[in-house]
């Protein structure tokens, strides 16, 4: 069974930073690129980042290009985003995703419960 | 970047029903369309891929047709369990995008 685990949620002032992680299982992680997509409360889906397989292709929304980077350690099967210069309109939960190719196709099949992050002072 | 408009926003249905939501995009997408179901609490659920193929799992009442820009998602028989918010998704571009989102409440 495929499972997508967030962790490293929390509450951050502006300017500050978090690192989000998603362990997944019940698949050979390195095969499929893999993504974060975040929601604000009540409100739509927001694609953030996606990292290929083999972690040499990155993409970023151009709301994060700069400010946040994803990265993964396929011996771990853990996936990261690191987010710095945080701003109140990052606040969201963030869902790990998993794409149907080691390539970024596009499509999630697969999805994590989800990490809360709020940043407020 | 492609913008996608769902419509209507909230449809009132009831079980047994036969409903219909439309997803619009800005340009042509070709059939590079997914459909995802989310409840309360939850995350998306992956329905329909590649504009009209069905997830493995899913229930075929659920189907999706259309091409370029214009596309539906279709629920032949609604179920108790069908009522929740619906979202479109575009992936031709590699900065994919979703519609607002379709809110499918019981009558």
């Known amino acids: 069974e495929v499972q997508l685990v967030e962790s490293g949620g929390g509450l951050v002032q502006p300017g500050g930073s978090l690192r989000l992680s998603c362990v997944g299982s019940?698949?050979?992680?390195?095969?499929?690129?893999m993504s974060w997509v975040r929601q604000v409360a009540g409100k739509g889906l927001e694609w953030v980042s996606t990292?290929?397989?083999?972690?040499?292709?990155?993409y970023y929304a151009d709301s994060v290009q700069g400010r946040f980077t994803i990265s993964r350690d396929n011996f771990k099967n853990v996936l990261y985003l690191q987010m710095n210069s945080l701003r109140a309109e990052d606040t969201a939960i963030y869902y790990c995703a998993r794409s149907d190719s080691s390539t970024w196709t596009g499509n999630f099949d697969y999805w994590g419960q989800g990490a809360l992050v709020t940043v407020s002072s | 970047d492609i913008q996608m408009t769902q419509s209507p926003s909230t449809l009132s249905a009831s079980v047994g029903d036969r409903v219909t939501i439309t997803c619009r995009a800005s340009?042509?997408?070709?059939?590079?369309l997914a459909w995802y179901q989310q409840k309360p609490g939850k995350a998306p659920k992956l329905l329909i891929y590649k504009a009209s193929s069905l997830e493995s799992g899913v229930p075929s009442r659920f189907s999706g047709s259309g091409s370029g820009t214009e596309f539906t998602l279709t629920i032949s028989s609604l179920q108790p369990d069908d009522f929740a918010t619906y979202y479109c998704q575009e992936y031709k571009s590699y900065s994919v995008t979703f519609g607002q989102g379709t809110k499918l409440e019981i009558k």
């Open positions: 019940g698949f050979t992680f390195s095969s499929k690129a």
């Open positions: 990292l290929s397989g083999s972690g040499r292709d990155t």
């Open positions: 340009q042509s997408i070709n059939s590079w």
